[in-house]
């Protein structure tokens, strides 16, 4: 069995109190700490992989992100899905021969653009295509961007996941969704659903269980992990100067 039928396994079968946990490393060392720690698989973060380029979110040039993604991949005997924002305006083949050269054996695709919602049936026919070049060599996690861009209707986020999953789609990724939605996206939405488990900042956030039991099937960190990290050395640093 290859990698992208582990990876596409894992999603499936599982219960509302496990869901799969991909952690998200910015580099190679960080993913093998994840694997050493006994995760299946990973998932690459753009804005944390972005920060340890010296770049801002959304602003790293697509040499560059592939050839970190092709680093991290390169690291661990895990499956690996990268987070390659909106494509990078590549055509659709070109981008999936790319993604497959860097090990990866899924991806993120985001439905928006310059801070606002792509046409969701164009971005079907968009993600069709890249299911026809990819084949069953990716699984294609398609994010729904409409709770991060001010539109509150779960009702428009479920309808974006209908045409992305009747397009190819493996998964669908409503991120910045309210928790308290979550059992409407879940009962509305087919397949697998990614969520976004929140791990900086003031409050209590659910764990990676309890969005399970909310309606994740697959829980990702984003940035968060690479901004924890950044946070202990900076306290590692303030250390060293007393």
């Known amino acids: 069995m290859n990698k992208a039928?582990?990876?596409?396994?894992?999603?499936?079968?599982?219960t509302p109190d496990n869901p799969l946990v991909l952690p998200g490393p910015w580099d190679a060392a960080g993913a093998r700490v994840?694997?050493?720690?006994?995760?299946?698989a990973l998932a690459t973060p753009s804005?944390?992989?972005?920060?340890?380029?010296?770049?801002?979110?959304?602003?790293?040039?697509?040499?560059?992100?592939?050839?970190?993604?092709?680093?991290?991949?390169r690291a661990v005997d895990v499956p690996v899905?990268?987070?390659?924002?909106?494509?990078?305006?590549?055509?659709?083949?070109?981008?999936?021969?790319?993604?497959?050269?860097?090990?990866?054996?899924?991806c993120n695709l985001e439905d928006s653009s310059?801070?606002?919602?792509?046409?969701?049936?164009?971005h079907a026919d968009w993600l069709a295509e890249v299911r026809y070049a990819?084949?069953?060599s990716l699984f294609?996690?398609?994010?729904?961007?409409?709770?991060?861009?001010?539109?509150t209707d779960p009702e428009q986020a479920i309808r974006r996941a209908a045409l992305y999953v009747a397009a190819g789609a493996d998964c669908v990724y409503p991120i910045g969704a309210p928790t308290t939605v979550l059992p409407l996206l879940r009962s509305g939405i087919q397949g697998p659903m990614n969520v976004f488990a929140v791990l900086e900042g003031d409050g209590e956030?659910?764990?990676?269980?309890?969005?399970?039991?909310?309606?994740?099937?697959?829980?990702?960190?984003?940035?968060?992990?690479?901004?924890?990290?950044?946070?202990?050395?900076?306290?590692?640093?303030?250390d060293l100067k007393r």
Request: no cysteine; charged share 25%.
């Open 5 to 14: 039928e582990i990876f596409r396994r894992l999603h499936h079968g599982r």
């Open 34 to 40: 994840f694997v050493e720690a006994g995760f299946p």
């Open 47 to 73: 804005a944390g992989v972005a920060a340890s380029l010296g770049y801002e979110d959304g602003a790293t040039p697509a040499d560059e992100m592939f050839a970190a993604v092709a680093r991290i991949a």
């Open 81 to 106: 899905s990268a987070d390659i924002e909106g494509g990078y305006g590549i055509a659709p083949k070109e981008l999936v021969e790319r993604l497959l050269e860097t090990g990866a054996v899924g």
């Open 114 to 122: 310059a801070g606002g919602l792509k046409d969701p049936h164009e």
């Open 134 to 136: 990819a084949g069953d």
């Open 140 to 151: 294609v996690n398609a994010r729904v961007d409409t709770f991060l861009r001010g539109v």
């Open 205 to 238: 956030y659910p764990s990676p269980t309890e969005l399970g039991e909310l309606g994740a099937t697959r829980v990702t960190f984003g940035p968060g992990l690479q901004r924890r990290a950044a946070q202990a050395l900076r306290e590692i640093a303030a």
